[in-house]
């Protein structure tokens, strides 16, 4: 079984530009969230999809950033434009549901903005 | 509020020695508390989780915490290391209304010196 797939799996883009990553869950998986990790901080909660809605986007920055999940399926996140401080680590993980089973994270998409 | 504090960003033992990594936390109310592991080049890893049953939890690879109320604590050991143990650690809380609402520490890169 495949597990939690993100791409690309490092970006370098220039301030100002676009970028998106994109995750693909664990099929089955209605819930799948992501996460952010800037260097040498914590991870830090960004949003939570529940199929194809946001069931929590609390942790989301500003609005520079645009989170979907168009089907419940993969989802994509978007940062236009993107800033410096924007450079780090976005996680994705999924879990069947929220009680307790195991959720599962991807490798992560490193991005640094230059 | 949650929030968790792991001290010492670098930790660096011989291999055969004790692996201690330390957490604290603080939760409003009583916590799930979890530790994951993050081999270069992986996404995260869970090793242990502690949801309010026994306080001495035992994971994979050898690792164990034990949670302690009284300290605020789940601190994570094994009694040797391991070269293959070397990776950054992170700790993390959350609460059974939203189980993989995740709030982390900073995490700790383990050293193994041969």
């Known amino acids: 079984e495949a597990g939690v797939t993100q791409f690309p799996s490092h970006s370098v883009i220039e301030k100002g530009q676009t970028v998106t990553l994109r995750c693909d869950p664990i099929?089955?998986?209605?819930?799948l969230y992501w996460y952010r990790r800037v260097m040498g901080k914590e991870i830090k909660f960004l949003l939570h999809?529940?199929?194809?809605?946001?069931?929590?986007e609390s942790g989301m920055p500003n609005n520079r950033f645009l989170a979907e999940r168009t089907g419940g399926t993969y989802s994509t996140l978007k940062v236009q434009p993107a800033e410096l401080e924007d450079s780090g680590v976005y996680f994705c993980?999924?879990?069947?549901?929220?009680?307790?089973?195991?959720?599962?994270f991807g490798e992560g998409s490193w991005l640094t903005v230059v | 509020a949650q929030s968790v504090t792991q001290l010492g960003s670098h930790v660096s033992v011989s291999e055969g020695a004790l692996v201690l990594l330390r957490c604290n936390y603080s939760?409003?109310?009583?916590?799930?508390l979890f530790w994951y592991v993050q081999y270069p080049n992986q996404g995260l890893q869970l090793l242990l989780k502690?949801?309010?049953?026994?306080?001495l939890v035992k994971g994979i690879n050898g690792f164990e915490a034990e949670f302690k109320k009284s300290e605020t604590s789940f601190h994570l050991t094994k009694p040797s290391a391991h070269m293959s143990d070397a990776a950054e650690y992170f700790c993390?809380?959350?609460?059974?209304?939203?189980?993989?609402?995740?709030?982390f520490g900073s995490g700790t890169k383990l050293n193994v010196k041969p």
């Open positions: 993980a999924s879990s069947w549901d929220t009680t307790g089973n195991t959720i599962y």
């Open positions: 099929s089955g998986h209605d819930n």
């Open positions: 999809f529940v199929k194809e809605s946001k069931q929590d």
């Open positions: 939760s409003s109310v009583p916590p799930y």
């Open positions: 502690y949801t309010s049953a026994a306080t």
């Open positions: 993390a809380v959350t609460r059974a209304y939203n189980f993989n609402k995740f709030y």
